[in-house]
């Protein structure tokens, strides 16, 4: 029994230090604001963090228009150029550009 009232104590002790540490640092003497400091760091990170990933799976989207799009264009090309050959019309300095 006197093991674990000395281990209790230890324990009490070492989160009276932990808070006087945190007293120390931050000046917050009020252990409700100290908890409500945490819990509002703690919503901010996961918002940043959603944030993040919200923005991460847009850029991936983006990339993968821009990619099909690209490769849509370069078709486009080829099939102008291919067109130009085959009639034998000859290819003005604005198509010229593009191919």
Do not use: C
């Not at 009020?30 to 990933?53: C, G, H, K, P, W």
């Not at 991936?60 to 291919?82: G, I, M, S, W």
């Amino acid at each position: 029994m006197k093991r674990k009232m000395h281990k209790e104590m230890e324990s009490s002790r070492n989160i009276d230090e932990a808070f006087k540490q945190i007293k120390t640092h931050t000046g917050v003497t009020d252990v409700q604001a100290m908890v409500r400091r945490f819990q509002q760091r703690e919503q901010t990170y996961t918002a940043l963090l959603q944030t993040v990933s919200s923005s991460e799976a847009k850029v991936d989207a983006l990339k993968k228009d821009n990619e099909e799009l690209t490769h849509r264009l370069q078709e486009l090309q080829v099939d102008k150029a291919e067109e130009t050959v085959d009639s034998g019309t000859p290819v003005d300095s604005k198509d010229a550009e593009i191919i």
